[in-house]
């Protein structure tokens, strides 16, 4: 073989460079210490999958439970030594750049927003098809890369979990109404009619009321378990209350529907989620946990949702790529009102 003269040289080097990408990575478990911003190579698109060019992504919290490798049972999925992938970040706004085989809902160019399984904050990421959906026209890229996960688990939470449906007239609870998830929640439950009370600390007040809330509680004035008032419904996304204190504010057939919370190191929120259902079979009401999925199907009714003006994404504020570790540090210790997200950039 010849070597390669300079001019072919330079543009052999400019190829690969075109193939590289700016990206969060993390090598290993532990703090914010770990989020190193690297140059990696690009994802390959596969057959079924669609390369976005990444505009923007949102922080979540199984984002830091994942960083940290904490509870250990996360491990299981995410790599028992080391994360099994090096680049985090579940959502994820942008341009689709190229389309691998067999795809043929999307074509380059298309603006999308995804629930992405490999990584979204870096500048590409290669997606199934089947975790993206064509992003709500009046949104911008951040508004739309802080949907995916936090409302596509209100959502499941609400209609699936909950059983709340357009028409019924029920009084739904949502405990952490100010938190990415809450403030979904509050929305979509409106939208579906129903009477909705959010519970939040003093400075969120204002923002869980602007949201549409019918009622506002106070938790640092008021225990919403003991205020004698019973809900149909019960989100539950902060775990500060007992499942006995909670099941004191459902009706006698009421739901509490258990999104998140607080635990132990080994099981983290996963042993409150156990003692719920070891318990639900004994109680007149339903204790249910919540595993939210990716679906391109509640992509496309969060769109609808969105494109009415039902719901739109509340943003606490937005960091640079470069920034995702402090953004991070944010979410887990100032306790965030509404989302966080990453802005990538690019054209």
Known sequence: MSALTLPDEL????????????????????????LELEDVARPIVKAGEVLIRVRAASVNMGDWYCMRGEPYVVRLSSGLRRPRNAVQGRDAAGRVEAVGGDVTRFR??????????????AEYASVPEGLVALKPANLTFEQAAA????????????????????GQTVLVLVNGASGGVGTFAVQIAKALGAEVTGVCSTRNVNLVRSIGADHVIDYTQE???????????ILDLVANHSLTDCRRALTPKGTLVLVSGNGGRWFGPMGRMVRALA????????????????????????????????????IDRAYPLSETAEAMRYVQEEHARGKVVITVGGA
Do not use: H, W
């Open 279 to 314: 318990v639900s079979p004994f109680v007149s009401q339903g204790l249910r946990p919540l595993a939210a999925r990716p679906s391109r199907a509640d992509l496309a009714v969060l769109r609808e949702l969105i494109e009415a003006g039902a719901v739109t994404p509340a």
């Open 108 to 121: 380059p160019g298309d603006e999308v927003y995804a629930e992405v399984d490999t990584g979204s904050f």
């Open 147 to 166: 949907v995916p996960v936090a409302a596509g688990a209100a959502l499941q939470g609400l209609r699936d979990a909950g059983n709340v449906q357009p």
């Open 223 to 233: 225990d919403f378990t003991r205020s004698g008032q019973r809900y149909d419904l």
């Open 11 to 34: 543009e052999a080097r400019a190829t690969a460079e075109r193939r590289r990408m700016k990206a969060i990575v993390q090598r290993r478990y532990g703090t914010t210490s770990a």
